[in-house]
């Protein structure tokens, strides 16, 4: 069903609703939170749900049409296990990017190492961790896994709408490479088990993790963890390990999970 979707239409509206809902929250001088909270019930809740509900109406089916809890248990500890070696790579990557643009734009490592203030309104920390946690991951794989895996895999060949979806993801976050790469782990979850819920469960854990990171703010691994333009070249031997010993897992995993998949978009079941 999702391949009858268009991915078009998606990006557009998601795009109009958001310059409309900033248009009319700045018109109205709302507070300093408020476009954040409503900015992101519109991305993630009124936009999606309109999107969606009409192609599942219009085809007669519902979300248990491509979730389905037979067989997740089996995937929990790999799911866990990939979250860990994404996770340490995303780390270590950031120190990678940091290490290579210090020499060049110490500004610019200043500038990303800043830490940004977060409102302490107790309804605004649960509304965010929920989102982070729960609404992003679910609403990320319907887009990115759903609509426009399956959209580029007709289009062009399974790697091919594998690579383009993933890299799409990447651009739209921070940690670009560590997205990209973890897009192309959660493709090939959906592709291999035809059951979205799998990579959705990936995303959880994952953003779970994140959001604890946000609030709590450890200061753990303290060998790998980067608070300053010192740090980058103090802590560099075991960034430079972990980062090593996480690519080749994390590129080891997506071997293991692409092999034997079918290469034509037509030898893909339904």
């Given at each position: 069903m999702f391949e009858q979707m268009k991915a078009r239409y998606?990006?557009?509206?998601?795009?109009?609703?958001?310059?409309?809902?900033?248009?009319?929250?700045?018109?109205?001088?709302?507070?300093?939170?408020?476009?954040?909270?409503?900015?992101?019930?519109?991305?993630?809740?009124?936009?999606?749900?309109?999107?969606?509900?009409?192609?599942?109406?219009?085809?007669?089916?519902?979300?248990?049409?491509v979730l389905s809890l037979n067989g997740i248990r089996k995937w929990l500890p790999a799911l866990f296990a990939l979250v860990a070696v994404s996770i340490a790579f995303s780390i270590s990557m950031f120190w990678f990017q940091l290490f290579m643009l210090a020499p060049v734009a110490p500004w610019l490592?200043?500038?990303?190492?800043?830490?940004?203030?977060?409102?302490?309104?107790?309804?605004?920390i649960v509304f965010?961790?929920?989102?982070?946690?729960?609404?992003?991951?679910i609403v990320e794989e319907f887009m990115f896994r759903g609509v426009l895996l399956k959209r580029m895999i007709a289009k062009t060949s399974m790697w091919g709408g594998i690579l383009i979806s993933s890299l799409l993801f990447g651009i739209l976050h921070l940690d670009i490479i560590g997205a990209f790469l973890f897009g192309v782990v959660a493709s090939l979850l959906y592709v291999r088990t035809n059951n979205l819920l799998v990579p959705i469960l990936l995303h959880i854990i994952n953003n779970s993790l994140a959001a604890a990171?946000?609030?709590l703010a450890p200061t753990w691994p303290e060998s790998l963890a980067i608070f300053s333009?010192?740090?980058?070249?103090?802590?560099?031997?075991?960034?430079?390990?972990?980062?090593?010993?996480?690519a080749v897992l994390l590129i080891g995993a997506i071997f293991w999970l692409g092999r034997g998949l079918p290469k034509a978009p037509e030898e893909i079941h339904q």
């Open positions: 998606l990006i557009l509206f998601s795009v109009l609703g958001m310059i409309a809902t900033l248009v009319i929250l700045i018109a109205l001088g709302v507070s300093d939170i408020t476009p954040d909270v409503v900015s992101q019930l519109v991305l993630y809740v009124v936009v999606p749900g309109i999107y969606f509900g009409y192609y599942f109406r219009k085809h007669q089916s519902s979300v248990w049409d490592v200043n500038f990303m190492l800043e830490e940004f203030p977060v409102p302490n309104t107790p309804g605004y965010t961790i929920f989102t982070i946690a729960i609404l992003a991951p990171a946000l609030f333009l010192a740090d980058i070249y103090a802590k560099a031997a075991p960034n430079a390990v972990v980062l090593g010993i996480s």
